[in-house]
């Protein structure tokens, strides 16, 4: 069973920051989608970014890109220039190609953007 | 385009009545997932269907628990008798059946069983 990590409970930076929330997770597949979802206070689930793990090439929106490590199964989130509206939490999910589309998640972490 | 709509936003009951989450999918998306998020457990899938037949229902808790999917934009979960720890937040999301394509959530159900 695929296994996601999220190491950090909570983070805060300040405002225009650049800030790195981590993500390890546990597969033996080879072929598999990893996404970056945020949860503002509202309570949505919004997708931030996404990566294909046959890609190389780091995934990037915007001021949103990620560090994707697939021999040390690692996805961290980057945000640049953080903004206050980014204050939410921020959730890293696993799913493998093929098969169940089912989203495993890591337990979240917390990021509060600072005035 | 409208989003996943999930009704009602809160639910509020007391133990041992039947409450039922409602969620229409986003129009064209085949493939519908039942999340429940708690602090504990955080975000768990609790069954998914694609093209109206459930797939994988492995996540359902007990047979309290019952979902269905009548049709292409319109599918529930049912609680039959609610206990308190069934409260949580129950979010119903959607998407294109292949992989790379993301699931949209809707703004869930924040249920509490008193």
């Known amino acids: 069973a695929q296994t996601v990590t999220q190491s950090q409970p909570e983070m805060s930076v300040q405002e225009a920051e650049t800030v790195t929330l981590s993500c390890t997770y546990d597969?033996?597949?080879?072929?598999?989608?990893l996404f970056w979802y945020k949860q503002p206070p509202s309570r949505q689930m919004i997708l931030v970014i996404r990566q294909e793990a046959y890609k190389q090439q780091n995934a990037t929106e915007n001021r949103f890109s990620v560090n994707f490590q697939k021999a040390a199964k690692s996805f961290s989130l980057k945000i640049s220039d953080s903004q206050l509206g980014d204050t939410a939490m921020y959730f890293c999910a696993f799913m493998k190609h093929g098969g169940a589309q089912k989203l495993v998640f890591g337990q979240g972490t917390r990021l509060t953007i600072n005035p | 385009d409208a989003g996943v709509i999930q009704s009602p936003r809160h639910e509020v009951t007391e133990m041992g009545q039947e409450v039922t989450l409602r969620c229409k999918p986003i129009s064209g998306h085949n493939s519908l997932f039942w999340y429940r998020q708690t602090m504990m457990r955080g975000l768990e899938l609790l069954i998914y269907?694609?093209?109206?037949?459930?797939?994988?229902d492995s996540g359902m808790p007990e047979d309290r628990f019952s979902a269905k999917m009548p049709n292409a934009s319109f599918s529930t979960l049912k609680i039959q008798p609610s206990e308190p720890r069934d409260s949580a937040v129950y979010f119903c999301a959607s998407s294109y059946e292949s992989g790379n394509q993301p699931q949209h959530f809707g703004d869930g159900t924040r249920l509490s069983i008193l």
């Open positions: 269907f694609n093209n109206n037949v459930p797939i994988d």
């Open positions: 597969t033996s597949e080879n072929n598999y989608y």
